[in-house]
């Protein structure tokens, strides 16, 4: 579906990525996990060819993510970012109308119509009721809803998910986590995942990719990847992983301490120490 092959990126002299390199399969789930910093989110800017790698290549389908039109690759691959939603103003199906983007010509028309496809969506989301509300008269979890609709209205092979549950609470993460399964499940989508809650990309990635200052400590299963032993290099924490009672999969429990010797060791890589950063 899409490869990474040792790709390099730097910004201001700094290198963010190294030479990294993965393969995802069509139809998986794969998570991309790491501290803050760790880049995480500029890898997934190049997966999605929004920024060109400085070495190596992204390759989906086979093809350099570079060789394709803008609107070819937003019709096979889609974003759902933190703040994924327009400027107020607009109605809530005007918002799913626009995943229709990649699909239209210069005038705004589309072959057939497209109709059918937002109401269904609109319906599957609960949002039928809430199609004609502007975006600055719904909740957080509801307007999270609405960007999910958008990129669902794009319909593509490749979903890719940038931190996408920092700002819902824990019933709206695992709302947001099973429709993007049941989704997936039922388009055979698949799904590129940055996530900072460990616990989530256990219980809804087949695979995880942990980095940690621009490389690749790991790429495996969940129970490959979240072992105590990462966690506390990678991290800096002592956690006690355990495994989840239905699920079978690992899930971490935090414990205080640990964090000062990563910042000192951090403040000693950037060449200085930081001591406001302790308290």
Sequence with gaps: ???????????????????????????????IIGPNGSGKSTLLKLLSG???PEGGEVRFGGKPVRDYARKELARRMAMLEQEALPAVGFTVREVVEMGRYPYQN???????????????????LDLTGLAERTLEHLSGGEKQRVALAKVMAQEPELLMLDEPTTYLDIGRQIQLMDRIQEWRREAGLTVIAVLHDLNLAALYCDRLLLLHRG????????????????????????????????????????????????????????????VSRRG
Aim: aromatic share 6%.
């Design 215 to 274: 490389r690749v400590v790991g790429i495996g299963e969940p129970r490959d990847i979240l072992t105590p032993e990462k966690l506390a290099d990678v991290y800096g924490i002592a956690p006690i992983v355990t495994e989840h009672p239905i699920r079978g999969v690992p899930q971490v429990m935090l414990q205080p301490g640990g964090w000062e010797k990563r910042l000192a060791g951090e403040d000693r890589d950037n060449g200085r120490v930081d």
């Design 106 to 124: 210069w005038l705004g028309d589309e072959e057939g119509e497209p109709g059918g496809l937002l109401d269904a969506i609109l319906d599957k």
């Design 1 to 31: 579906m899409i490869d990474a092959d040792k790709v390099r990126m730097s910004f201001s002299g700094r290198r963010v990525l190294d030479d990294v390199g993965f393969s995802v399969r069509g139809g998986e789930c794969f998570g």
């Design 50 to 52: 929004v920024d060109d």
